[in-house]
């Protein structure tokens, strides 16, 4: 069979996505891309998969569809660490997201927040933001990392190169290599191409992710696959959970 892209990232009705399962499935098919569904599971998102007994039931209809079971674990929620080992190992892959960070002072800024703690300044999120990714990636025995640079709306019209400095482009990379974790380009948040290239010259595996949440987003893969490739990525290297494994195998949670 040709190769296919993989869209590692899309949700469903199960949490806070448009489609049903089966339409995940059926509108993938329709532009050649290998499908996912891997929804929000956390207690502090809304239209969320928010229990143990929710994950299961959630990983029991999609082991009626043809796809890969994917996941999107909120970093700074417990729930991934309670789910037991024989859950974990249901999932095809899982991912990780940054949807809060937390400040040395322990609170936590949300990525979907339109209010700031007071005193904050840019440099201090952004150290914050990589602070945190360090933690997720010693912490979390995830795949990929969604979104790498989402940050909180408040600062998403700021320029990149304020935001992505050298060091802290450094850091992140360094954390992924590391941990293994592949680094997704994303449909919705593109990220400064100094800092894929910066993680692709490091080794750290890519991974597409539509990130879709509607029949217009979701499996659309075009601008994140022409971004890889435009960087020297083989088709074959972007992060394939069947081709290239997955931790959740290796889970030895109780
Ligand atoms: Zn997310
Ligand atoms: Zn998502």
Redesign the pocket.
């Given at each position: 069979m040709n190769w296919q892209p993989v869209d590692c990232h899309a949700h469903s009705t199960f949490s806070d996505g448009a489609l049903t399962i089966d339409q995940v499935v059926e509108r993938a098919a329709v532009l050649g891309v290998r499908p996912s569904v891997s929804d929000h599971i956390s207690r502090d998102v809304s239209r969320s998969i928010a229990s143990v007994d929710a994950v299961r039931a959630y990983l029991d209809a999609l082991d009626t569809v043809d796809v890969l079971r994917g996941g999107?674990f909120c970093w700074h929620d417990a729930l991934w660490r309670e789910l037991p080992a024989t859950l974990v190992r249901r999932f095809t892959h899982r991912i990780g997201?940054l949807?809060a960070v937390r400040l040395p002072s322990g609170t936590l800024v949300h990525a979907f927040s339109r209010h700031l703690p007071s005193g904050l300044t840019v440099d201090a999120y952004m150290d914050a933001h990589i602070d945190s990714i360090e933690h997720l990636a010693a912490e979390m025995p995830v795949d990929i990392l969604?979104?790498p640079t989402l940050v909180t709306l408040p600062y998403r019209a700021i320029d990149p190169e304020v935001l992505w400095t050298e060091a802290r482009e450094t850091r992140m990379v360094d954390a992924l290599y590391t941990a293994g974790i592949a680094f997704e380009l994303s449909s919705r948040y593109t990220p400064p191409q100094s800092l894929v290239a910066r993680a692709v010259a490091r080794g750290v595996r890519i991974s597409l992710g539509s990130?879709g949440h509607t029949l217009a987003q979701v499996a659309n893969v075009v601008g994140p696959l022409a971004l890889a490739r435009s960087l020297g990525v083989a088709d074959d290297a972007l992060y394939d959970p069947v081709r290239h494994g997955s931790k959740t195998q290796q889970s030895d949670a109780p």
């Open positions: 999107e997201s949807h969604a979104h990130d």
